[in-house]
């Protein structure tokens, strides 16, 4: 373990306090951790003793973290918290606005960034102090009447558009989004005269009743969950797109009980790349980290054609054979053979059971299907929707609960054929 300043303890400490707000602090930045975990680590705190920096660090070590990917959040905000006498000062120069070209003398890790926003949520808001007899307090007022506006202004803002600040704030929206689907009709354990006996069951039933059977237990389908499989474009003029469709996608994978069966994601440019492992880390940061080292054609060319080519030859069979939905993010902007490429989109098309096309060129009210590419695509997609801003995203979730949702391409069809 790294060596820090050593910690100088104030004339009045509030132990108790402080490791309430550290694990406040921690279920933030996503461990899950509630009030009985925080009592016990002030009880073995209490045991252990406060003198030894390395017991009180491993002491609620043992009563926070549960999970090895935790290990790195946990270390880095027990650093800023407990360690580091500028801890503060330090977050918020870490949480200013990088001006691009200008080399900073430290890169954050990956976990450190997380571990800063979660140390500074809610550090401008004012902490109320109980009033002492004879004193004169002063009342601050937070004008909040503009706060949901601004939320919804940032919801339709195109992610182009966004400032550095707004971005942040972006993300921390698409972190909280859900993507509801409904489950696939099972034909498994079904019979035309009702649900099936379940004999196991009934005689584990019938054994808990000294062998006497008193009710027949019956075997109903269980539901079965679609996959989500989305293919990114990256290449320069969708790389900002994908980065935050990318953000919405890691918080799908780590989201759990929501229905969907598997979250698998695919970058392409001028190649096709699978980074599905990346999006399980838990760490945002680092899982996009990961990813972009690993898909080196971040801002190049397009390839559309090539690369779905190699999806529907390489992985299909793999990530679409149990009817999954396909998400598909790009602008349709390819120099290759539009006829080549039609046939891709309809093989792909076909194996998968809805394929929704996201475009933030739709963000435009002329737009038109007028690129080769976009007009040889459009015919063999389900649905074809906005994708540049939160509300788009948002809409996803309308289009999955409507199995007859086309969004706009009726449009684009008639306005193609005229």
């Not at 004008?143 to 550095?164: G, H, I, N, P, V």
């Not at 396909?326 to 053979?337: M, N, P, Q």
């Not at 006829?339 to 194996?351: N, P, V, W, Y």
């Not at 475009?359 to 906005?386: C, E, K, Q, T, Y």
Request: with cysteine; net charge neutral.
């Amino acid at each position: 373990m790294p060596e820090y300043a050593p910690l100088d303890l104030p004339e009045n400490p509030k132990l108790a306090e402080n490791i309430t707000h550290f694990a406040r602090a921690l279920r933030k930045a996503g461990l899950p951790i509630g009030p009985g975990r925080t009592l016990d680590a002030i009880r073995a705190v209490e045991a252990a003793g406060f003198t030894d920096k390395q017991d009180f660090y491993w002491t609620l070590h043992a009563c926070f973290v549960s999970r090895p990917q935790h290990r790195q959040v946990f270390s880095q905000l027990f650093r800023l918290y407990w360690r580091d006498p500028r801890y503060m000062e330090h977050m918020m120069a870490m949480m200013l606005p990088a001006v691009r070209g200008v080399a900073e003398e430290r890169q954050p890790e990956a976990a450190e960034k997380r571990a800063a926003e979660a140390l500074l949520d809610g550090a401008d808001h004012p902490v109320e102090q109980p009033e002492e007899d004879g004193g004169d307090t002063d009342r601050i007022e937070i004008d909040a009447s503009l706060t949901m506006s601004e939320e919804e202004r940032l919801r339709t803002l195109d992610f182009e558009q966004m400032s550095t600040d707004e971005i942040a704030r972006a993300k921390r929206m698409l972190a909280r989004l859900t993507l509801p689907v409904r489950p696939i009709p099972s034909r498994r354990q079904s019979s035309p005269r009702g649900a099936r006996i379940d004999a196991a069951r009934t005689l584990r039933a019938a054994m808990r009743q000294g062998g006497e059977v008193r009710d027949l237990h019956r075997s109903l389908p269980r539901p079965r969950w679609p996959a989500l499989v989305a293919l990114c474009d990256i290449s320069g003029s969708m790389s900002q797109y994908s980065r935050m469709v990318l953000h919405f996608l890691h918080a799908l994978a780590n989201q759990k009980g929501d229905g969907w069966a598997k979250v698998h994601a695919f970058t392409f440019g001028t190649r096709l790349t699978n980074i599905t492992r990346h999006l399980g880390t838990r760490d945002v940061d680092a899982a996009l980290a990961a990813a972009g080292a690993e898909a080196q054609d971040w801002e190049g060319g397009t390839r559309i054609g090539d690369c779905l080519h190699d999806f529907n030859r390489d992985w299909s069979r793999r990530v679409t054979g149990q009817g999954a939905v396909v998400l598909l993010i790009t602008d349709g902007l390819d120099r290759g053979d539009p006829g080549a490429l039609g046939h891709e989109m309809q093989r792909l098309h076909l194996s998968s059971r809805r394929l929704i096309w996201l475009n933030p060129l739709l963000r435009w009210d002329g737009f038109a299907p007028r690129a080769r590419g976009i007009a040889a695509m459009l015919p063999h997609v389900d649905s074809f929707r906005a994708g540049h801003s939160i509300a788009s995203i948002e809409d996803l979730a309308e289009a999955l609960s409507r199995p007859d949702d086309r969004g706009e391409k009726d449009r684009l069809i008639s306005a193609l054929s005229s």
